[in-house]
């Protein structure tokens, strides 16, 4: 059992950067692809990001290119993701998530263990 906690969310406007955090903890972190998906209200969850055990792929969605950026210390059982130029449009829920898989995912099946989700709101 892997148990999955995101910080970081905020209120912040549009062009503002913001880092998300999220620790899991109960195994052995470093065996475990990690993704960061979102949630809008009245939308579907969706893929923003991933990273492979050793961080050697990481994969983002079209949207998020050039925005985003996932990493991950495996030392510290935490995955980060750095947003920048934040837009109204990024406004949802982050959730974290542990996958099994080596490489990661954009499929919310691949993923195992989830968190809460953490708000961010991004003002216009």
């Known amino acids: 059992q892997v148990q999955v906690v995101e910080s970081g969310g905020g209120l912040v406007q549009a062009g503002d950067s913001l880092r998300l955090s999220c620790t899991a903890s109960g195994r052995t972190f470093s065996s475990y692809a990690m993704g960061w998906f979102r949630q809008a209200p009245g939308k579907e969850r969706e893929f923003v990001a991933a990273?492979?055990?050793?961080?050697?792929?990481?994969y983002y969605a079209d949207s998020m290119k050039g925005r985003f950026t996932i990493s991950r210390d495996n030392a510290k059982n935490t995955v980060y993701l750095q947003m920048n130029s934040l837009k109204p449009e990024d406004t949802a829920v982050y959730y974290c998530?542990?996958?099994?898989?080596?490489?990661?995912?954009?499929?919310?099946?691949?993923?195992?263990?989830w968190g809460q989700g953490t708000q961010v709101t991004v003002s216009s």
């Open positions: 998530a542990a996958s099994g898989r080596y490489s990661g995912s954009s499929s919310l099946r691949e993923y195992d263990y």
């Open positions: 990273i492979s055990w050793t961080s050697t792929r990481r």
